[in-house]
């Protein structure tokens, strides 16, 4: 307190003597003379590093005598002043920081240091003195003037040698004083030291050389300096370093001594192994002295001497991490000279017990001191294999396997955590660096990189998969490019894990903010945005040195191969990762030339495609980084398929060759040094500026047909994506690849095929319209590929293919070719053999699209792209269906009988039903609708069931066309003599079966005079078919060719009626199908006067109490009123007009055949009368049975035949008497429709007894199981009643 005092008064009476303008003090006033003398000769500001720092203006004059101001002049009075001022603040401001006020002493320490800025010189003078003025300073206020005279002196340009000295000595003589401060105050002074070495570190290493030598062990304070100069590179420029060093070899050469003294090793050993202040940091002398410790040991010639030491260390706590990493590092520079030993002393450790026991029985229960001390052992034992390799440099090649080896060993058994995994990276790293920098590493083979790129998969794998906080993943990569360039390179299969694990660690990482929240419960929270960008930065480095060591079209196919299903990733992130490395890698490659440009690109299409596609990714970032990706995918195209064009011979800097005459680096050997880039020969293309859809074409322009089609089966395989841009985008590529090169592709087939496997999953319209119009652009070059592969999923044809379908033929040249190639599959008639347990032969093959071909005939009449064609090509698809239905009826064939009526799932997955739907289907949708109703009222398809009945069915099929008359008739003519020259017998009986009907119609001769027709027929007598010569007879005995077969067959009309009344029901049925028959045989002669008469006697029958005489003879009415229709006399039509009633309510009989017989005759009585609607009536008569059925019929009797209403009614009411309760039904409802809309005609006819018996007719019917029956019967009865009352 009393030195304090001192001071402060001392201080006081200085500063009051500048304040007062008394002379100065003897130091200040020689300072300022000096400093007087200097600025006189100075006309203007210094020009040295600090001379344009501003001036401290002054704000208080200070006076002088008037001799010394006549002395000096203006300007330098005034400089002068201004020096003398500022160094008055400058002293007052050091004593003031003895003070008490923490913010009071940081202003001040600012302003000093601000000053010794602005003028050091004038600070350290003013420091220097006051030091000289008050040599009892309190030591709180010492260490605060040593902080300031560190900066002050950081500061200065240069150092007078007398302050330099004064400050050495100062500094030398406050470091090692022990103070209350404790370590706080040596380092002070310590820095003091430091900064002086930036002007002379000669003169200060003289001093602590001076204190190392001594031989007893240096002093904290000057480990200190040492470290602070070894460690701080910014203190010396890079030869002053090298000076350095060497100096630091010399002391620790002549400290070699020092090892043999036993205490000096003792204190040595236990500063050491004195725990730091903090985990994370380690005081500069202990670093310093693990560094100087090891060059000792190098410098040592005793090996043993150096074996003990090194064990003796290692025997120490391996707890701390600076204090692995400082034993590590002692380690490394003993093995600099002692490699050997060094090698031995770290065997002798790692065998020892207590190394053994923390790799096997370490467990975290129970923990103690011991436990930690020798937990991480083996981490520092990673870490001095590291600095062995990095110390020993070169020498260290020989050593590489064993080292890793051991590597290895500690890595898989000691217990796993951070701080193992950090030391085994870090330790690799030193390790591989050291050999990459080695120019000899490429003559020697590693053993050991297999294994360690085994321990680097481990480690990648048991990374965090939700987090980022380390840089694990960033180290172990720069190891992998590092064993990238080493000997022997990884086989392909070792190469593709590790590629596969390293992008599955880095791009499978969550959003960013994920692993940020969990950076945020650590104490020093990662910087992770930095920190992914870095390990992604890492990952491309990677992948371009795997690029670099093996520059092939087939790496770089190796490498993309691994990209794609994270480019196909469903999570936006993801694929964003993928693309920018993608778009790194061929950046790099576009830049830099190392692929050989006249190398051909191995499934380039593929990533084309997939970039295409993620060019419509809805992330802009993954937009533009795929664009940009295909940018450069387009300029190394380019290169490419101009170099294989112009023949240039191969650079010599490229095929250097190695010893054995091998091209390196070209065969894959990634040990040799890789090609030199070349500069670009081709200016910046505006490939950049195009949009996405431009930048595609462009890409196509320049891909082989390998590459476009796997650009096409990308786009394909994207159509099945869950991801909508992904479709879509995938489509309108299919779409533009198609538009610009459909023409050229060879994988069509396949192609199809895929796209329909991708169609289901296609949920986006626009999407599934542009592939659709993919197939539709196909079809103009690949139609019958197309067709025949469609056919192989066409079997059941569900929406999907009956889309794909309706592609191929949207244009209409498309649906001519469409349905010529089904028609040419329709003829591939195979004979099917015995099933093989081998697969399907090709005869089933063929056989199967046979039946597919039939099907999708079926479903495409229906098609409004094809209605025209098969329109046009009915004649072809006529002849061709009928002769499909005969050879699925053939025995030979696998399948049994046709299915049972009841079994209606087998009917209709049948090829016969099949052929047969296919037919109706053709008849229906071609507008021969009037063929089709002939043929359904008939039931005649029944017929086409068995080969027995098959002609009869052909016959009336053909038969129906002559009598609607169809349109088609003499294009099916034309048909027909291609096909009597026919190999196969089926397609020539169909052809004859046609023919003989044919000879019917007047429109046969247009296209087939008589006579052509008669030798046609003649030579058919010649078949080797008998059935076919038969049919052939037959057509011979036509009554075209013997016109007076119509006389006799007339004649015989009469003798014919005659057996109508045999009681014999077979004769009588015999008798009117032969009159049938006749009536058929006479064609256009007709029956002439005796149809009034047959008419009369056949409707006669009509009510007959047999069965199958009434049948006949509805169906002998119904083939007399075709025969004469367009030619009928006014009683014909009487007769059809009386036979409508009972014809329409025998639709109810109860036989069946009956009322089949009973809808065809009623079917073709309105034919001939030319009834409305047509089609509607063959409908309802084909399909409808209720009441709505009963109502229409009743109401196209009655308005197309209303001058016949009398005969209607009265013959309705005459039914009412009938035995049969269905035929007293259905004239009870006819009468009841007319009475509800004619009444008044209804009163007028009906008599009372008639009324009466209707009343009852429908009392009973009251009581029908059918809802709309009784209730209908129920407002008939109460109309009825109220019509009675009427009348009377």
């Not at 000057?222 to 002391?251: A, F, H, N, P």
């Not at 387009?634 to 060759?657: F, W």
């Not at 699925?888 to 016969?912: D, F, T």
């Not at 078949?1023 to 060719?1041: E, H, K, M």
Request: charged residues 20%; aromatic residues 8%.
């Amino acid at each position: 307190m009393d030195g304090q005092h001192s001071e402060k008064q001392r201080s006081h009476t200085a500063a009051d003597r500048t304040s007062s303008a008394l002379s100065p003090s003897p130091r200040i006033s020689s300072r300022i003379s000096e400093s007087t003398k200097d600025l006189s000769h100075r006309k203007a500001p210094p020009t040295s590093a600090h001379g344009d720092r501003p001036a401290h203006s002054p704000t208080i004059l200070l006076c002088k005598s008037n001799s010394s101001q006549a002395a000096l002049g203006p300007q330098t009075h005034k400089m002068f002043l201004e020096k003398a001022y500022n160094a008055a603040i400058c002293f007052k401001m050091l004593r003031d920081l003895n003070g008490s006020d923490p913010i009071r002493l940081k202003y001040i320490a600012k302003k000093i240091k601000s000053m010794a800025h602005k003028a050091p010189n004038l600070v350290l003078e003013t420091i220097h003195d006051y030091f000289a003025d008050n040599p009892e300073i309190s030591n709180r206020h010492k260490f605060r003037l040593f902080h300031i005279l560190e900066t002050t002196i950081g500061a200065s340009d240069a150092l007078e040698e007398t302050w330099e000295q004064a400050f050495v000595k100062l500094a030398l003589e406050n470091m090692a004083k022990c103070t209350e401060l404790e370590e706080a105050y040596q380092d002070a002074a310590s820095n003091v030291l430091v900064a002086i070495c930036r002007h002379s570190w000669r003169s200060v290493a003289q001093h602590l050389e001076a204190k190392v030598l001594t031989g007893v062990f240096p002093h904290r304070s000057l480990l200190y300096v040492m470290g602070v100069l070894t460690s701080k590179q910014e203190l010396l420029d890079r030869e002053e370093k090298v000076c350095w060093e060497e100096w630091l070899t010399k002391i620790a050469f002549k400290s070699t001594q020092f090892l043999k003294v036993d205490v000096w090793s003792k204190e040595l050993l236990w500063v050491l192994t004195r725990p730091d202040r903090t985990v994370q940091e380690q005081a500069p002398e202990k670093a310093f002295l693990f560094v100087f410790y090891g060059l000792v040991l190098q410098a040592e010639d005793d090996s043993a001497r150096v074996r003990t030491h090194l064990g003796t260390l290692l025997e120490t706590s391996h707890q701390w991490p600076k204090q692995r990493e400082g034993i590590a590092l002692t380690v490394g520079l003993t093995a600099v000279r002692h490699l050997d030993h060094v090698w031995a002393a770290l065997e002798q450790f790692g065998r020892s017990s207590p190394i053994k026991c923390s790799l096997h029985s370490f467990s975290p229960k129970g923990q103690t001191s011991e436990d930690l001390r020798w937990k991480w052992a083996s981490s520092t034992i990673l870490l001095a294999y590291g600095q062995m390799a990095v110390k020993a440099k070169a020498h260290i090649l020989p050593w590489v396997d064993n080292i890793l080896s051991r590597m290895i060993f500690f890595f898989r058994y000691s217990s796993w955590d951070e701080t193992l995994k950090q030391s085994f990276l870090t330790a690799i790293l030193m390790l591989v660096g050291a050999v990459s920098r080695s120019g000899a590493a490429h003559s020697y083979q590693f053993s050991q990189i297999p294994e360690l790129s085994e321990c680097l998969m481990v480690l990648m794998e048991k990374e965090p998969k939700d987090r980022l906080s380390t840089s694990t993943r960033q180290q172990a990569l720069h190891i992998i490019c590092s064993l990238c360039k080493l000997r022997p390179s990884l086989n392909l299969e070792k190469k593709s894990r590790l590629l596969t694990v390293c992008l599955r660690s880095v791009l499978a990482l969550p959003l960013l903010d994920v692993p940020e929240k969990h950076a945020c419960l650590f104490l020093e929270p990662p910087d992770v945005q930095n920190l992914y960008s870095q390990t992604s930065e890492a990952l491309d480095q990677m992948m371009q040195t795997f690029i670099t060591q093996n520059p092939t079209a087939e790496e770089l196919h190796f490498l993309l191969s691994h990209l794609y299903v994270w480019l196909a990733s469903e999570k936006a992130h993801e694929r964003q990762r993928a693309v920018n490395s993608c778009m790194s890698l061929l950046k790099f490659l576009s830049n830099n030339l190392y692929l050989d440009p006249k190398e051909d690109f191995k499934r380039v299409g593929q990533l084309m495609g997939m970039l295409g596609i993620l060019c419509q990714d809805p992330d802009k970032a993954t937009q533009h980084s795929s664009l940009e990706s295909l940018g450069h995918l387009y300029q190394l195209l380019v290169r490419q398929r101009e170099a294989s064009r112009v023949k240039e011979p191969v650079p010599k800097k490229l095929a250097r060759a190695g010893q054995d005459g091998a091209l390196l680096w070209s065969s894959g050997d990634q040990k040799a040094a890789p090609p030199t880039p070349r500069e670009a020969a081709f200016p910046k293309d505006q490939i950049f500026q195009l949009s996405s859809h431009q930048v595609t074409k462009e890409v196509m322009k320049h891909l082989t047909l390998a590459e476009l089609t796997d650009l096409i089966w990308t786009a394909v395989e994207g159509l099945g994506s869950t991801s909508p841009f992904r479709v879509q985008a995938a489509a309108s590529m299919l779409l533009t690849a198609v538009q610009e090169h459909g023409a050229k592709l060879e994988t069509v087939a396949n192609l199809g095929q895929a796209i329909h496997l991708q169609l289901s999953s296609v949920r986006i319209p626009q999407a599934k319209d542009d592939a659709l119009q993919a197939i539709t652009l196909l079809a103009r070059n690949h139609t019958p590929e197309l067709v025949a592969t469609f056919l192989d999923f066409s079997m059941t044809l569900d929406s999907h293919a009956f889309q794909l379908w309706r592609a191929l033929g949207a244009e209409q040249r498309g649906s001519r070719l469409v349905l010529a190639t089904l028609l040419a599959w329709l003829q591939e008639r195979p004979l099917l053999g015995r099933p093989s347990h081998s697969g399907l032969q090709p005869a089933d093959k063929a056989h199967l699209r046979l039946l597919a071909a039939t099907n999708t005939l079926h479903s495409l009449q229906l098609a409004q792209e094809f209605r025209k064609t098969v329109r046009e090509a009915y004649p072809q698809l006529l002849l061709a269906l009928l002769t499909q239905v005969h050879y699925v009826l053939e025995p030979h064939l696998p399948w049994g009988p046709p299915p049972r009526p009841g079994a209606r799932e087998a009917a209709a997955s049948s090829p016969l039903s099949m052929s047969l739907e296919a037919l109706k289907s053709l008849l229906f949708t071609t507008g021969h609708c009037q063929d089709f109703a002939r043929l359904e009222l008939q039931d005649a398809w029944e017929l086409f069931t068995t080969l027995d009945t098959y002609p009869q069915g052909v016959g009336l099929l053909a038969r129906a066309m002559v009598q609607s008359p169809c349109r088609q008739i003499k294009a099916v003519a034309s048909q027909l003599l291609p096909s009597l020259q026919s190999q196969e017998e089926r397609v020539r009986k169909v052809a004859i079966l046609i023919l003989n009907e044919f000879l019917y119609s007047p429109a046969l001769l247009e296209v087939l005079p008589e006579r052509d027709a008669l030798m046609v027929l003649a030579q058919s007598i010649r078949d080797p078919s008998p059935a076919i010569r038969v049919l052939s007879l037959q057509g011979l005995g036509n009554i075209l060719f013997h016109p007076e077969k119509g006389s006799l067959l007339r004649g015989q009309l009469p003798l014919f009626l005659k057996g109508f009344f045999r009681n014999s029901e077979p004769v009588v049925v015999r008798v009117m199908g032969t009159v049938a028959d006749a009536l058929h045989r006479l064609g256009a002669h007709g029956a002439g006067a005796h149809s009034l008469t047959l008419a009369l006697n056949a409707r006669s029958f009509f009510d007959d109490e047999r069965d199958a005489v009434r049948a006949a003879a509805m169906a002998l009415f119904g083939d007399l009123v075709a025969a004469m229709a367009g030619r009928e006399p006014s009683s014909l039509r009487t007769q059809v007009h009386q036979g409508l009633v009972p014809l329409l309510l025998h639709l109810r009989d109860c036989c069946p055949a009956v009322a089949t017989r009973a809808r065809f005759a009623f079917y073709r009585c309105a034919a001939l009368l030319r009834w409305r609607l047509p089609h509607t009536l063959f409908c309802v008569l084909a399909w409808e049975r209720g009441l709505s059925a009963r109502h229409f019929l009743w109401s196209c009797l009655m308005t197309q035949s209303q001058e016949e209403f009398s005969i209607h009614l009265s013959q309705a009411l005459s039914y009412l008497h009938s035995c049969s309760h269905r035929m007293r039904t259905w004239a009870a409802l006819f009468l009841g429709y007319t009475t509800c809309y004619h009444t008044r005609a209804v009163s007028q006819v009906a008599s009372d007894a008639d009324l009466k018996l209707l009343l009852c007719t429908f009392e009973n019917l009251k009581k029908e199981r059918e809802p709309g029956i009784r209730g209908f019967a129920t407002s008939q009865c109460r109309f009825l009643r109220e019509l009675a009352a009427r009348r009377q």
